[in-house]
């Protein structure tokens, strides 16, 4: 007999998500994904100057700050035609690798980790085997058998004194949780190490950025970071130097440590690869401009569907109208007036709040949608398009993480077991390898320029000046979670309409209009659940798409109508 399981709050990610599933014979047979916030922000914005558009939309969220106001300048810089001074291009290019390599290892340490380490296992490892394990895998200098011991015993103080800490509430010993010890130590003393690391990537971004969260550089038109090498209070030498020396020691951090703890992960629990594939149609922007139009970028963007590389079709440009004329938004289970299927120039967000109703609205999010179908974001997508479109760095590193992966699990893991589980991860550490190149590559880029005489920030000889009448814009950015777009009306200067469909949206999607699921609850069906009152599992596939549920807080329903009440850490 089916059991039902809501897991509400899913913790672990940004904002807040409720999970919903039925369990039968010990495998999910049926999924809800219900995002627990109203965003308003569309709303606020609506009569305001299009320039201004950035600052508030940084506030979606206090994790993705940074991705939502590229993506607005870039929207309102596709209304009116703009071009971008290639100083401007390299700097936003940093920060957009900065934030996202910052990202990426908060995600994979901090967030997801717990669902696959035994802390308290790790209390039985021995260093000196934890230290022999970590050098057979990678020469990173950090390796060492004090370092391990060292780790041991502050872990070994937190448990003696009761008080656990981030690690209070975990599900030790669950029958899933398949570690050994000295693999547990390691992957607890690479969390500790990651938080100094996700710093230094940060830090990157405040330099050109000017703070984080919530940048204060971008504009739109270019940067508001004057450039000058010899003068303290500009982006001089002094400080792209500092960011060289930041750059590098993340580089090495998330190519000898993540990339090899992922690529260990995903060996140990191979079996994952065969879990939680869900919807196999998916979609990518390009990103990284090369160029001042939007033309030329150096990661690729495009479509995939039902899972055939083969199909794949490329996004080229900032103005491709493939993208701009095939995404649309489905609202039959969504908590708004709004009704039927439209695209999102025409969207709207007027609450409208119901209660939970599974076969009715259940859920704050929208359904989007590409030419009428449901389509996965986020790393993976991107990593397959770059397989599809024979990308050279993207090749690079999906050829030696699936090596590595194959050699440890001791059996073939090949490009098509990425669609699963533990192939978000993996695609994850692979793209973040990709950005540590790409990090660095358009920091010389941008110093090269600078040396040619070329300090140009933004268009002075002709501003930004809009026209009477009506315009249409759109921007999007592949940010750390996947595909984003900002889609903005501007009537006689002022905003008429905004709607912005993000990464999370697409994944997090309620059924649409034909009743077909969105990627959370595709991916979550026939998934395993030992016990019912631990859904590990279920967490597992979540936590694989890096939910963020973000934006400003409205409303949150208070009513648990669950059947079974978990608690998770």
Not at 104 to 114: D, G, K, R, T
Not at 195 to 203: F, I
Request: proline fraction near 5%; aromatic fraction near 10%; charged fraction near 20%.
């Amino acid at each position: 007999m089916a059991k039902r399981i809501t897991i509400d709050p899913i913790t672990r990610i940004e904002g807040h998500l409720r999970i919903d599933v039925e369990v039968d014979g010990g495998r999910v047979t049926n999924a809800w994904s219900s995002a627990q916030m109203w965003r308003g922000i569309e709303i606020i914005l609506r009569g305001r100057d299009p320039r201004d558009a950035w600052m508030f939309t940084q506030r979606f969220c206090g994790v993705c700050t940074t991705v939502h106001a590229i993506a607005s300048v870039r929207a309102v810089e596709n209304a009116l035609g703009l071009e971008i001074p290639l100083n401007a291009q390299y700097v936003r290019n940093i920060i957009l690798c900065a934030h996202a390599l910052h990202d990426h290892i908060v995600h994979f340490y901090h967030l997801s980790a717990l669902d696959w380490v035994d802390v308290l296992s790790a209390l039985k490892a021995d260093p000196k085997k934890t230290a022999e394990l970590a050098q057979s895998l990678s020469d990173w200098v950090g390796n060492s058998e004090t370092y391990f011991r060292d780790i041991k015993n502050k872990l070994n103080n937190f448990v003696t004194s009761g008080q656990l800490g981030p690690f209070g509430s975990g599900y030790w010993g669950h029958p899933q949780m398949k570690l050994p010890p000295e693999v547990n130590l390691l992957a607890v003393a690479h969390y500790l190490t990651a938080l100094d690391y996700q710093y230094k990537a940060n830090q990157v971004v405040a330099i050109f950025g000017a703070k984080t969260p919530h940048i204060q550089t971008v504009i739109v038109g270019g940067v508001a970071l004057a450039i000058n090498p010899d003068n303290p209070s500009a982006l001089n030498l002094e400080r792209i130097m500092l960011a060289r020396e930041l750059l590098n020691e993340v580089k090495n951090f998330v190519q000898k440590v993540y990339l090899i703890d992922a690529i260990a992960l995903s060996a140990l629990y191979s079996d994952w690869f065969e879990i939680g594939k869900g919807v196999t149609n998916y979609l990518a922007v390009p990103d990284l401009p090369l160029d001042t139009k939007g033309t030329q970028f150096d990661l690729p963007g495009g479509t995939i569907f039902n899972g055939d590389l083969s199909t794949y079709k490329p996004i080229t440009s900032f103005t491709d109208s493939y993208f701009r004329d095939n995404v649309s938004e489905s609202v039959v289970h969504s908590w708004y007036k709004d009704i039927g299927v439209k695209h999102p120039w025409q969207g709207d967000t007027l609450p409208d709040y119901t209660g939970f109703k599974e076969d009715g609205k259940y859920t704050w999010s929208k359904a989007p949608r590409f030419q009428g179908e449901p389509m996965q974001v986020g790393p993976l997508a991107q990593i397959l398009m770059g397989v599809a479109s024979k990308h050279e760095l993207t090749m690079k590193w999906v050829n030696f993480a699936l090596d590595k992966c194959s050699s440890i699990a001791k059996k073939p893991i090949t490009i098509d077991k990425l669609q699963s589980t533990m192939g978000r991860h993996l695609a994850r550490a692979i793209r973040a390898s990709m950005l540590a190149d790409l990090a660095l590559k358009h920091l010389d880029l941008l110093e090269q320029n600078i040396a040619k005489g070329d300090l140009e920030i933004y268009p002075y000889k002709t501003g930004v000046k809009f026209p009477s009448g009506e315009i249409r814009g759109f921007g999007f950015h592949e940010a750390p979670r996947g595909t984003l777009s900002h889609w903005v009306v501007i009537s006689n200067g002022k905003i008429k309409n905004y709607q912005a469909v993000v990464p999370s949206t697409w994944n997090v999607s309620p059924r649409d209009e034909k009743g077909r699921r969105g990627p959370y609850e595709e991916a979550l069906i026939n998934n395993p659940v030992v016990k019912p009152d631990q859904p590990l599992e279920v967490l597992r596939t979540i936590h694989s798409f890096d939910p963020c549920i973000a934006c400003a807080v409205h409303l949150i329903d208070k009513e648990r109508r669950e059947i079974t009440r978990v608690k998770v850490l």
